[in-house]
């Protein structure tokens, strides 16, 4: 399937026709703890098309939404299991213990590092997810998307391309978004190549690093640019003009608002 016609790229393009789409960056993360099933039920309550989150996997090779390999920003571990603990060295029975939400506000006290399956469970049908591989093998998602039968209604995006490669050649129906900068900052024929290679549905670039040559040039080979991480009204308004398709955020509630006002209209 060529990407520009995955079901997944098609619906993006529909949504993003009069200005960017909103992407919740790890749910509704300004008002609930990053990448938590609180955060993420939050922002299919806010009526976001998509979310991205960040995943990575326990020792025993269960996939958890986290960002951080170290515990110790999102969660209680350096108290229950000591400073330092990483997620690759704990168990997945370790991790459910946790506690990953009063470091963001003491009423947010027992949110739990959510599973990908439970975060899927949470944002479907209402959310796209579009999951960042942070860790993992790509025979864990591959196994657990289809287990679930959710490989074509999921995007998938990682700044490790030789994951992606491996994601590629087990599910050759995902829709796949290349994230960088890589080496080359720019979105060059190099980046535009490996997306071609990668029969990649999308590029995800760092927002300051994009040019309108650089939005042109993703057009013209057929597919949809998506920005991170942007949470100003400037930024978004700019993005729109700029023809970004989706645009990541931190407040969906607010990018919400001031699309609903007409803020984020493409000047034709
Ligand atoms: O998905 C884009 C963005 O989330 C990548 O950076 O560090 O926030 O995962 P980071
Ligand atoms: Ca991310």
């Known amino acids: 399937m060529h990407a520009a016609c995955h079901p997944l790229a098609i ?13 919740a960056h790890r749910g509704d993360s300004r008002h609930h703890p990053e990448n938590t099933l609180p955060a993420f039920a939050a922002a299919v309550k806010l009526g976001v098309h998509v979310q991205e989150f960040d995943v990575q996997a326990s020792r025993d090779g269960v996939l958890f939404c986290l960002h951080d390999e170290n515990l110790d920003r999102t969660t209680n571990a350096a108290r229950t299991l000591g400073q330092g603990a990483l997620i690759a060295q704990c168990d997945a029975s370790q991790l459910r213990d946790l506690d990953a939400g009063s470091w963001k506000n003491a009423s947010c006290q027992g949110a739990r590092v959510p599973e990908l399956e439970q975060a899927l469970a949470v944002m479907l049908p209402q959310s796209m997810p579009m999951i960042e591989h942070k860790a993992g093998d790509a025979k864990l998602y591959a196994a657990l998307l289809e ?18 490669r491996a994601a590629r050649k087990l599910m050759p129906t995902l829709a796949i978004g290349l994230l960088g900068p890589d080496a080359t900052d720019q979105i060059s024929e190099h980046v535009l190549a490996a997306a071609r290679e990668l029969d990649a549905s999308f590029i995800h670039w760092h927002a ?3 040019t309108a040559d650089g939005v042109a040039a993703v057009h013209a080979a057929g597919l949809l640019l ?14 729109a ?21 007409g803020l984020l209209r493409r000047s034709s």
Not at 147 to 164: H, K, T, Y
Not at 241 to 261: E, F
């Open 11 to 23: 619906r993006l393009r529909a949504l993003s026709a009069e200005g960017p789409i909103v992407v």
């Open 208 to 210: 300051p690093k994009v």
């Open 241 to 261: 003009q700029l023809g970004i398709d989706a645009i990541c955020t931190n407040d969906p509630g607010a990018m919400l608002a001031a699309q609903h006002r």
């Open 226 to 239: 998506v920005t991170y991480t942007s949470d100003t009204q400037l930024a978004w308004s700019g993005g």
């Open 147 to 164: 287990r679930l039968g959710l490989a074509e209604r999921v995007l998938l995006q990682s700044f490790d391309w030789d994951f992606l």
